[in-house]
């Protein structure tokens, strides 16, 4: 079957950095992205990965290695308005997205 | 219209009843996609369409019916609603189904099924 794994929950300090980790189980891959999702709205794009290494956008980067399955999104000098849970999703071979349960980050002043 | 625009903002429905959720996008997207989301689940596609004329089965179509007949609209309808059918309601767009291509979501539609 098809997998991602996310931690469910995260506590981070304003300021500070921190690192959501995504692994996945797919058949087959086409891309992995990041949305962000504040409580009771729609998610919003983050970043795409479809090669392997960093993409770096502002505050935010994210990782990906294809070969073990592995993703990160880093998030450095941390904003209150980015208390929000992250999503992870992988496009399979039928170039469907499938879903992370998602990150829920909250951030300590 | 900006963006994509979906309705009603909420509902609640007898169960048995039928109930169409609408969602309209002004982007010229090809692709639109139906999602649903769970507490404690991730979003789970429900159907999807490649093109205006066309639409494919997502992870959850059983129940759901959709159509496609021209770009900008993509309605999905609960022909019989059951509990199980409580959730949050996505509707989202994209330029294509393949690529970088980053899908748009509307603000969703929260339906409860009683």
């Known amino acids: 079957g098809q997998n991602i794994d996310q931690p469910t929950e995260m506590t981070a300090t304003e300021g500070a950095i921190v690192q959501i980790n995504c692994t996945y189980q797919t058949s087959g891959f086409n891309g992995l992205f990041w949305y962000q999702q504040h409580a009771g709205e729609a998610p919003t794009f983050l970043s795409y990965?479809?090669l392997d290494g960093l993409e770096e956008k502002g505050r935010f980067s994210s990782f990906l290695s294809r070969s073990k399955g592995y993703s990160y999104l880093l998030l450095k000098e941390l904003q209150m308005k980015d208390s929000a849970s992250y999503l992870c999703?992988?496009?399979?071979?039928?170039?469907?997205?499938?879903w992370g349960a998602g990150t829920k980050l909250i951030i300590k002043p | 219209i900006a963006g994509i625009t979906q309705a009603p903002t909420s509902q609640i429905l007898a169960a048995g009843r039928r109930m169409t959720l609408r969602c309209t996008q002004d982007?010229?997207?090809?692709?639109m996609y139906w999602y649903r989301q769970d507490l404690g689940l991730g979003l789970r596609l429900i159907h999807y369409?490649?093109?205006?004329?066309?639409?494919g089965k997502g992870e959850v179509p059983d129940g759901y019916s959709v159509s496609r007949a021209n770009t900008d609209d993509f309605p999905l309808t609960l022909a019989s609603a059951v509990p199980s059918q409580t959730s949050v309601y996505f509707c989202?767009?994209?330029?294509?189904?393949?690529?970088?291509?980053?899908?748009?979501f509307g603000p969703g539609t929260r339906l409860t099924v009683l």
């Open positions: 989202a767009s994209s330029e294509a189904l393949a690529g970088g291509n980053e899908q748009f």
């Open positions: 999703a992988v496009r399979d071979s039928n170039y469907q997205l499938i």
């Open positions: 369409s490649n093109t205006a004329g066309t639409t």
């Open positions: 982007m010229r997207h090809n692709a």
């Open positions: 990965n479809v």
